[in-house]
T-cell receptor, first 114, second 112 residues
Framework: GNSVTQMEGPVTLSEEAFLTINCTYT??????LFWYVQYPGEGLQLLLK?????DKGSNKGFEATYRKETTSFHLEKGSVQVSDSAVYFC?????????????FGKGTKLSVIP | KAGVTQTPRYLIKTRGQQVTLSCSPI?????VSWYQQTPGQGLQFLFE???????NKGNFPGRFSGRQFSNSRSEMNVSTLELGDSALYLC???????????FGPGTRLLVL
């Protein structure tokens, strides 16, 4: 079956530090890949996505590249801010008969300190 | 454009009771999915509805059910609640033919 593995953290960084959150996946076929972010007490917000190999998704300074050869979709940001503190989820979307089902990693809690 | 809305936001029930949660998708989105989020199991897919029909179902017992109305609004029902059903229930909607799902704020259910 499909699965997503991501570093669970928690990760604590100082403001302006470089961020990497690793994500690898196992899937049949060629899924689309997503990063979602969850702030305390809220639902999931789409951060970025990539739909095919070598695609780079980017948003708000965050980037991730779909690497088919290593089945990875690592999240990076060059300079984190306190406002980036949240839980980050890597996910893949598997399709079948018109349905799309997300499979999530366990989430990585990021804390950014001033 | 309004996002996905879910009601109620918080709910407290006791074991054995049943509960109904509601979700209104983004305007124009006809597909609605439900997910359960718990600290132990993480985010798990419950089911997806499209055009008032369940199109896909995750690995949950039959106590978990749902439905969708002609205006695409969806409800999920959990009968005979158990302590382990305490969770954040998230609804997501998407436009037909598109993969990206947009989530609501969730309903936090506590079963005592």
């Amino acid at each position: 079956g499909n699965s997503v593995t991501q570093m669970e953290g928690p990760v604590t960084l100082s403001e302006e530090a470089f961020l990497t959150i690793n994500c690898t996946y196992t899937a049949t076929g060629y899924p689309s890949l997503f990063w979602y972010v969850q702030y305390p007490g809220e639902g999931l917000q789409l951060l970025l996505k990539a739909t095919k190999a070598d695609d780079k998704g980017s948003n708000k300074g965050f980037e991730a590249t779909y690497r088919k050869e290593t089945t990875s979709f690592h999240l990076e940001k060059g300079s984190v801010q306190v406002s980036d503190s949240a839980v980050y989820f890597c996910a893949l979307s598997a399709s079948g008969a018109g349905s799309y089902q997300l499979t999530f990693g366990k989430g990585t809690k990021l804390s950014v300190i001033p | 454009k309004a996002g996905v809305t879910q009601t109620p936001r918080y709910l407290i029930k006791t074991r054995g009771q049943q509960v109904t949660l509601s979700c209104s998708p983004i305007s124009g989105h006809r597909s609605v999915s439900w997910y359960q989020q718990t600290p132990g199991q993480g985010l798990q897919f419950l089911f997806e509805y499209f055009s008032e029909t369940q199109r896909n179902k995750g690995n949950f017992p039959g106590r978990f059910s749902g439905r969708q109305f002609s205006n695409s609004r969806s409800e999920m029902n959990v009968s005979t609640l158990e302590l382990g059903d305490s969770a954040l229930y998230l609804c997501a909607s998407r436009r037909e033919g598109r993969e990206t799902q947009y989530f609501g704020p969730g309903t936090r259910l506590l079963v005592l």
